[in-house]
């Protein structure tokens, strides 16, 4: 079963624009992660947020962490024809190897 | 240095047959996951490693999978008897120790 859920499901911007997505999950974690996959293959990691941080900056990346509201959020920042994938987020309860995903938010950017 | 690789990429095989899907590491790496993915769903853990022993294989579906690291290092998925529902791509993924994960590209198996 998987822990977290993203929204939206997917998201279509122009070149330039930001993109938000959502991330909601139900059991308390240690940790919550952003990952991006191109073509449905391997993923990458973009940025790791711990359950005691509310924000963290990387690049054009902003991520928030309410642990109150069990939700996260993933901002990208003047978005590029690069960024389109699927973005999954990924939490970590207190075994940190065991990442349960969500079903992904598919970004498309548009030139 | 080289990232996760996996392979093969592509395995195409029939119902009932037994196939094995490798991942190799990144060579510094103790711990190896594997995750299962299917189409428009995110990866779901199966198995992780931590130096030659399975120290959560609470993932694995049934007992037709199994997964074995015998050297630390490369890791093997073996599934017999396969059914159209194994049909997924298999995601390996390695650390140092750690909450983030490496990936490799992933093996793509079709089960007709």
């Known amino acids: 079963s998987q822990q977290g859920e993203e929204d939206p499901q997917a998201l279509s911007i122009q070149e330039g624009e930001n993109a938000t997505m959502n991330c909601s999950y139900k059991t308390s974690i240690n940790n919550l992660q952003w990952y991006r996959q191109n073509s449905g293959r391997g993923l990458v990691h973009l940025i790791l947020?711990?359950?005691?941080?509310r924000e963290k900056h990387s690049g054009r990346l902003r991520v928030t962490l309410d642990t109150s509201k069990k939700s996260s959020s993933l901002l990208i920042t003047a978005s590029r024809a690069a960024d389109t994938a699927s973005y999954f987020c990924a939490t970590a309860g207190s075994n940190d190897y065991k990442l349960s995903f969500g079903a992904g938010t598919t970004v498309t950017v548009r030139a | 240095g080289a990232g996760v690789s996996q392979t093969p990429s592509n395995k195409v095989t029939e119902k009932g047959k037994y196939v094995e899907l490798r991942c190799d590491p990144i060579?510094?790496?103790?711990?190896l996951y594997w995750y299962r993915q299917t189409l428009g769903q995110g990866p779901e853990f199966l198995i992780y490693?931590?130096?030659?022993?399975?120290?959560?294989d609470s993932g694995l579906p049934n007992d037709r999978f199994f997964a074995v690291r015998p050297e630390g290092s490369v890791s093997t998925l073996k599934i017999q008897r396969t059914e159209r529902g194994d049909s997924a791509v298999y995601l390996c993924?390695?650390?140092?120790?750690?909450?983030?994960?490496?990936f490799g590209p992933g093996t793509r198996l079709t089960v007709l």
């Open positions: 947020i711990r359950s005691n941080e």
């Open positions: 060579s510094e790496h103790n711990r």
């Open positions: 490693f931590q130096g030659t022993g399975a120290a959560d």
């Open positions: 993924a390695s650390s140092p120790g750690g909450p983030k994960q490496f």
